[in-house]
């Protein structure tokens, strides 16, 4: 199972980016993904999530209303477009996938997804 994440890169503040991660491996569509962030000296946090099917979604209350995610289990392919982008928002974002389908309050959990793509940088300036 490998998992890649591309499309980071620099933005100004207010501007707008997508970040896309491939998946090979794997049947995509039995597991659930999420979004993860890490910001430079701190902890990985939850960013957003997506069921098996696309048909249910969370996010974390940092990006709500600017981030979406989305998938194309056809092409083994996930999402991120992020809008109205921040200083803040500034990190390396990783694409994780949980191994399951299961849609449970662990979403927005980084301990119960069992595949990991290397982080793509996304840096916005002020």
């Known amino acids: 199972v490998q998992l890649q994440a591309f499309g980071g890169g620099l933005v100004p503040a207010g501007g707008y980016l997508r970040v896309s991660c491939a998946g090979s491996?794997?049947?995509?569509?039995?597991?659930?993904m999420g979004w993860f962030r890490q910001a430079p000296g701190k902890e990985r946090e939850f960013v957003a999530g997506?069921?098996?099917?696309?048909?249910?979604?969370l996010y974390a209350d940092s990006v709500k209303g600017r981030f979406t995610i989305s998938r194309n289990n056809a092409e083994n392919t996930l999402y991120l477009q992020m809008n109205s982008l921040r200083p803040k928002d500034t990190a390396d974002y990783y694409c994780?996938?949980?191994?399951?389908?299961?849609?449970?309050?662990?979403?927005?959990?980084?301990?119960?997804?069992?595949?990991w793509g290397q982080g793509t940088l996304v840096t916005v300036s002020s």
């Open positions: 994780a996938g949980r191994g399951s389908t299961a849609w449970d309050v662990y979403v927005r959990s980084s301990a119960v997804y069992a595949y």
């Open positions: 491996g794997l049947t995509f569509s039995n597991y659930v």
């Open positions: 997506i069921s098996w099917d696309g048909s249910s979604t």
